[in-house]
């Protein structure tokens, strides 16, 4: 009887061959999982450190409270404001935004504000308040830690006390009002924060009974005139950040305001606004004099260097001479008054002055 032919070789592997097959792949699989795996526990010390300094500090400084307790929000701002652990771990800039809504985003995958440390900290950092407890995790996608603290939000505070009205957008404000938490991305070998988003789907349980606000709807403007006569946001035009009798205070608006018009002959406004109209993943927010105040350099950078403004295709149109001219003479004008500004809170006694000096307001730098 004719025997069967077994096919090549390779169909019926060697015991000898299947052995080496199987270290082989246990050999990748181990490879797979020391590159996903995460740092050696516990957390680094630098970073647990500088985790829980920034919760006891946010504690201690910005406690839970009534979400209208202006004073209270008002303390909190002064503390984050001055030299705090929290701006310690800042950088020269930090991207800001909600958590995403699609499920596992990563933080480039989400669209973010740049801001300068001391808009953040001045503005946006203070709306929130802490009972200082918090979690530190590895995040083998972000490649960054997330320090997590538990939080709510001052959804009762003036219009005027946020730096653009957050309810121009139903579900950014609803997220907003119902937050519960902070998270801080933190870089491993710098302990600098990267990154900072707010969330209402973290584990831990409301800080405090939510009362939802209905406000007006919103027609558009970033700035607005109040009743009162009075420029609101009141917290954009460095209210409680310099001394009312700064004597650049006045100059400083209206520089802002030319600047503005030039902003707005020159289609900046098209794009740098807090809806994002371009659907930019990393937005730069021009729409207010803190905000201006705080990426002023980058604005001349990107002027000179003809990077701005872009048309539909994110494509750099250069700007018609003239216009180019005007729009930088008007950016230089408001960086020179900001910085006279900021150059008198440093220079000026306590003494003849109505307030304790504070940090002064840091344009971000050049980059």
Same mark, same amino acid.
Request: overall charge positive; charged content about 25%; proline content about 9%.
């Given at each position: 009887?004719?025997?069967?032919?077994?096919?090549?070789?390779?169909?019926?592997?060697?015991?000898?061959?299947?052995?080496?097959?199987?270290?082989?792949?246990?050999?990748?699989?181990?490879?797979?999982?020391?590159?996903?795996?995460?740092?050696?526990?516990?957390?680094?010390?630098?970073?647990?450190? %500088?985790?829980? =300094?920034? @919760?006891?500090? #946010?504690?201690?400084?910005?406690?839970?409270?009534? &979400?209208?307790?202006? +004073? !209270?929000?008002?303390?909190?701002?002064?503390?984050?404001?001055?030299?705090?652990?929290?701006?310690?771990?800042?950088?020269?800039?930090?991207?800001?935004?909600?958590?995403?809504?699609?499920?596992?985003?990563?933080?480039?995958?989400?669209?973010?504000?740049?801001?300068?440390?001391?808009?953040?900290?001045?503005?946006?950092?203070?709306?929130?308040?802490?009972?200082?407890?918090?979690?530190?995790?590895?995040?083998?996608?972000?490649?960054?830690?997330?320090?997590?603290?538990?939080?709510?939000?001052?959804?009762?505070?003036?219009?005027?006390?946020?730096?653009?009205?957050?309810?121009?957008?139903?579900?950014?404000? %609803?997220?907003? =009002?119902? @937050?519960?938490? #902070?998270?801080?991305?933190?870089?491993?070998?710098? &302990?600098?924060?990267? +990154? !900072?988003?707010?969330?209402?789907?973290?584990?831990?349980?409301?800080?405090?009974?939510?009362?939802?606000?209905?406000?007006?709807?919103?027609?558009?403007?970033?700035?607005?005139?109040?009743?009162?006569?009075?420029?609101?946001?009141?917290?954009?035009?460095?209210?409680?950040?310099?001394?009312?009798?700064?004597?650049?205070?006045?100059?400083?608006?209206?520089?802002?305001?030319?600047?503005?018009?030039?902003?707005?002959?020159?289609?900046?406004?098209?794009?740098?606004?807090?809806?994002?109209?371009?659907?930019?993943?990393?937005?730069?927010?021009?729409?207010?004099?803190?905000?201006?105040?705080?990426?002023?350099?980058?604005?001349?950078?990107?002027?000179?260097?003809?990077?701005?403004?872009?048309?539909?295709?994110?494509?750099?149109?250069?700007? !018609?001479?003239?216009?180019?001219?005007?729009?930088?003479?008007?950016?230089?004008?408001?960086?020179?008054?900001?910085?006279?500004?900021?150059?008198?809170?440093?220079?000026?006694?306590?003494?003849?002055?109505?307030?304790?000096?504070?940090?002064?307001?840091?344009?971000?730098?050049?980059?």
């Amino acid at each position: 009887m004719e025997k069967k032919s077994r096919g090549p070789m390779f169909d019926r592997p060697s015991p000898r061959r299947a052995r080496f097959a199987t270290a082989a792949a246990i050999g990748l699989l181990a490879l797979a999982g020391m590159a996903n795996a995460q740092p050696t526990s516990p957390i680094p010390p630098a970073i647990e450190q %500088a985790a829980r =300094e920034i @919760a006891t500090e #946010l504690g201690r400084h910005c406690p839970v409270a009534p &979400a209208g307790d202006t +004073a !209270a929000y008002n303390a909190c701002r002064r503390a984050l404001f001055g030299p705090s652990a929290l701006r310690s771990h800042l950088p020269d800039f930090l991207l800001w935004g909600r958590q995403s809504k699609a499920a596992g985003a990563t933080l480039r995958q989400t669209n973010l504000t740049q801001f300068a440390p001391d808009v953040w900290t001045n503005m946006y950092a203070p709306l929130f308040m802490f009972n200082g407890r918090h979690t530190v995790e590895w995040v083998p996608e972000e490649r960054m830690f997330r320090v997590q603290l538990e939080a709510a939000f001052r959804n009762r505070l003036a219009p005027g006390q946020f730096p653009y009205p957050f309810w121009h957008e139903e579900s950014k404000w %609803a997220m907003y =009002e119902n @937050a519960n938490s #902070l998270m801080l991305w933190m870089a491993p070998n710098t &302990a600098k924060i990267r +990154a !900072a988003q707010f969330t209402d789907r973290a584990p831990n349980a409301m800080l405090q009974p939510v009362e939802p606000v209905r406000h007006a709807k919103h027609e558009g403007q970033w700035l607005w005139t109040d009743e009162k006569g009075k420029t609101q946001p009141a917290v954009t035009l460095f209210d409680g950040v310099y001394r009312p009798e700064n004597p650049h205070i006045k100059a400083m608006d209206r520089q802002y305001r030319d600047l503005a018009l030039q902003m707005r002959e020159s289609q900046c406004t098209q794009c740098h606004v807090p809806n994002n109209p371009d659907k930019m993943s990393r937005l730069v927010l021009l729409s207010t004099p803190a905000h201006a105040a705080g990426e002023i350099d980058r604005l001349i950078k990107s002027v000179r260097e003809d990077r701005m403004p872009v048309d539909e295709f994110r494509l750099a149109t250069p700007l !018609a001479a003239d216009k180019r001219e005007w729009l930088l003479q008007r950016a230089e004008a408001f960086r020179a008054v900001v910085q006279a500004a900021q150059d008198w809170e440093k220079n000026a006694s306590p003494a003849s002055a109505s307030a304790p000096p504070q940090t002064a307001f840091q344009p971000t730098q050049q980059r």
